[in-house]
């Protein structure tokens, strides 16, 4: 039963690996690597719930195809990031920059860790200055 | 005593959320444009029908204009087509077409058959236009200021009512101020 359910699970997985960018690969095998990684970066506009890379929307197509261009031409991930984003916001990419309105998401989480600890702490102390007596460890 | 409004507001809070982001009338691919405010990007690319004409910023004008962003594969654009033949006659403001990621023989054709709302279409066959002005998905029309900047986007198919609503306000505040 196990092996089974492994064999579906893999099929499964092997299914979905279908590469949909089969574009021919960048002569120099270091930008190559470097596109392979902004595409899984950049959300695809037309899909929203796809990178470019997995998507074969037309659009996708076409970022893919300026991206390659942009490194080609020597920019960095940065400004190749920096272009995306002036023409579409800072919604695609799929890790957004710490800035500007994009700062409460990746301070929010700090936020709530925080807020967390300081309700802890408060009940703790509370109880720490409550007395020990009968009724309350009957209670446990 | 006051702590015990904070659940209250944080439920207000939730709740006002929920009526925001499940309103039915909201469309979830629409994304905010980052071009509002900002000038509108400069392109300039052969006319779909007159190749040797070229459709650029220039072809704006010195007031208002509406660019519409249109395809022959894109289903939207055949709903909105007769609200624009509409708006057109009107003469209320200048449409200039950009024809995406489209064939341009069928591009010409639709035209001829349905009729033509623009006072010309940029014929944009590689998508870079489109790109460059954030398109991702047609129809989109946006409404450019006599200045050139982007005063506001709509994504998806036009017709009066959103006419009426995004569109004309904006266009009544520009003759106020003149």
Redesign the interface.
């Known amino acids: 039963m196990k092996i089974l359910f492994s064999i579906l699970t893999l099929a499964l997985i092997s299914s979905m690996a279908h590469a949909v960018d089969s574009e021919e690969a960048l002569d120099d095998p270091v930008l190559q690597a470097r596109y392979e990684k902004i595409v899984e970066e950049v959300r695809c506009?037309?899909c929203?719930n796809q990178t470019i890379k997995d998507s074969n929307a037309?659009?996708a197509g076409?970022?893919r195809r300026?991206i390659k261009l942009m490194l080609q031409d020597g920019l960095t991930d940065d400004q190749i990031f920096d272009f995306l984003?002036?023409?579409?916001?800072d919604?695609a990419l799929y890790n957004p920059r710490a800035s500007g309105k994009t700062l409460i998401l990746w301070i929010a989480p700090a936020l709530f860790l925080l807020g967390g600890a300081y309700v802890l702490v408060n009940i703790v102390r509370r109880r720490m200055t409550l007395p020990i007596d009968d009724d309350s460890a009957a209670e446990d | 005593m006051w702590k015990y409004s904070i659940p209250v507001v944080l439920f207000a809070l939730l709740i006002l959320m929920f009526v925001k982001g499940l309103d039915p009338q909201r469309d979830v691919n629409a994304l905010p444009s980052p071009f509002l405010g900002k000038p509108a990007p400069e392109f300039a690319l052969p006319s779909l029908n007159d190749p040797s004409k070229t459709v650029s910023n220039a072809t704006f004008g010195n007031g208002m204009a509406v660019v519409n962003v249109w395809a022959t594969w894109c289903v939207g654009c055949r709903q909105e087509h007769d609200f624009l033949l509409e708006l057109a006659e009107s003469q209320a403001v200048p449409i200039i077409g950009l024809n995406w990621r489209d064939n341009q023989a069928e591009a010409q054709r639709w035209l001829r058959d349905l009729g033509d709302p623009y006072i010309d279409s940029a014929y944009d066959g590689d998508g870079r236009v489109g790109i460059n002005w954030g398109v991702y998905g047609a129809p989109e029309t946006f409404l450019v200021g006599p200045d050139g900047t982007v005063l506001y986007k709509h994504l998806g198919p036009l017709n009066r009512r959103l006419w009426q609503e995004n569109f004309v306000p904006h266009l009544e505040s520009a003759g106020n101020t003149e």
């Open positions: 506009l037309k929203q037309f659009l076409d970022l300026e984003v002036e023409r579409y916001g919604f």
